[in-house]
């Protein structure tokens, strides 16, 4: 079993930055692809950016250039930078892991609000 703790949300004015994080955690760790993805309310899910265990890496257009996605495998933690934070940008922000045995697992979510 696999665990997702998210961290890092907050509320941030427009042209601002925010970190998150995103730690996994339990038996068995053999994680491909670790991935963002955001909903806001009344919206579908949708992919924000990821990252395989090798470093390749798929943003989304709208936040290409101004987010960025890394990885410390040592420590099987995914981090997402946003700079230039638009009130668009505003959602729960959710960590995917991929296993790889398949197995999908999703974090609790933390959320992120852009406004002045």
């Known amino acids: 079993q696999v665990r997702l703790v998210e961290s890092g949300g907050g509320l941030v004015q427009p042209g601002g930055s925010l970190r998150l994080s995103c730690e996994a955690s339990g038996s068995g760790l053999s994680i491909t692809v670790m991935s963002w993805y955001r909903q806001a309310p009344g919206e579908q899910r949708e992919l924000v950016a990821s990252?395989?265990?090798?470093?390749?890496?798929n943003y989304a257009d709208a936040v290409k250039g101004r987010f960025t996605i890394s990885r410390d495998n040592a420590k099987n933690t995914v981090y997402l930078q946003m700079n230039s934070l638009k009130p668009e940008d505003t959602s729960v922000y959710y960590c995917?892991?991929?296993?790889?045995?398949?197995?999908?697992?999703w974090g609790q979510g933390t959320q992120v609000t852009v406004s002045s």
């Open positions: 995917k892991a991929v296993h790889l045995m398949g197995m999908v697992y």
């Open positions: 990252r395989t265990r090798g470093g390749s890496t």
